[in-house]
């Protein structure tokens, strides 16, 4: 039921003071060009029926704080309740852009620290905390790539190279900065292949975009090599960050030989995401990329910091304003708390936590790539089509039945009716116990109840719903019928 449809006539959450208490209608203070004609149709509720009305939607919906949520490539962490406590301190909550800077101090102070803080972690000697999320992150650092070879006079690069792996914002990041994208094919240990990249790497080749681990959560244990040869050929060296949970604390990307980054804050330095943000996609790069960054760029002198916009060779901005900082508070939050020993620690249980679940369930579903994973790992589900006659989509409708997250399928594309799961640090061996326990028990249920599974979901709030019908008759508002 929609919020207007509990409406009635007439029914308020609230009284305002009557004009006669402030001494002036609202009507004269606004110009009568913006005064509106008609009533504006809300809907009209008590303040009972909106707690009910919100309390019930958020029942429906599954998030990290209800059960587990092994979804692959997006990192659902559990986000420590602290860091939502000091991003809504009113010293930080309360402020308004437009303030003068001098008012503003602590808070550029934060986010100053904050881009030393990432420097650390991933090796790069500048950032810029604007970009609203990865994708966007991603944007930025195609747009450097771009003034970079503007700046040399290059203007014969027109390519960037992405792996067949790739998460699909980086092929439509690369399209946007006005790129063509050529694929690189992964080998058949599941990485980059050298002698395929080789063949690649000509002279109108701009960047490289990798993630590493990719998204099977392989390792490119070829990461050096790769970089020595584009290097060698001019050819910037991307690292798309949304994977770096899996290795901040061990190993820095600007070590590894990566000029420009991006990390996804709402995932790696925990800040709950979905549902469209707000995120944040931090851009780093290496010192002689660092002019190129968006600005404003926060400046300190003598203790002081300002907003600069001095910078003749910048991409320009992003977007308004410096970035979504609720959620710089909160990975700023995070990072002081975990500490390098903290991050370390996070990393290698995610890796762990990683493995020990592919063990469980790759005895019943076979690994798309063997071999050790790091905080991700992919399964090929065709095994499910042979032997079990459901898809790889009826078993992560039937997961819902259980209360558990199903992993994110079909993705990547290289591997069969796949099922990418990603069992973040913060879940206990218990929960990944329980978890095989479900899959096994849905194995089971195949063969005893085949039609039960393949029509699954039946205990939750929506039933199997028609996605290609959704996805091209997309409805996002609703509408009120008219009264016959
Ligand atoms: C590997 C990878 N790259 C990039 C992104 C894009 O990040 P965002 O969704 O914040 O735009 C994601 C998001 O899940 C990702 O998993």
New binding site residues.
Partial sequence: MTIFERSSDGRSAYTLPDEDSHGFALEDCLPEHLLRKDKADLPECSELDVVRHFTELAEKNHSVDKGFYPLG??TMKYNPKLNEKTSSLEGFAYLHPYQPTSTLQGSLELMFRLEKLLCEITGMDSYSLQPA????G?LAGMLIVKKHFEKLNDTGRTRVIVPDSA?G??PASAVMAGYEIVEVESSSEGIVDLDGLDDLLKEDVAAIML?NPN?LGLFEKHICEIARRAHEKGILLYY?G??LNAIMGKIKPGEMGFDIVHL?L??TFSTPHGMGGP?S?PVGVKESLADLLPVPRIVEGDGEYTLSEDYPDTIGRMRSFYGNFGVLVRAYTYISLMGSQGLRLASEMAVLNANYLKSLLSKMIPEGYPGICKHEFVLDGGKLVTDYKIKTLDLAKRLLDYGVHPPTIYFPLIVNEALMIEPPETESKETLDGYSEIVKKILQETKDDPEMVKSAPHTVGTRRLNEALASRQLKTRWKKEKAT
């Fill in positions: 490539s997006c999320a990865g994708a966007h991603e998460h914002t980086n993630t998204t798309d949304a994977n996804n709402h995932k995120g996609g």
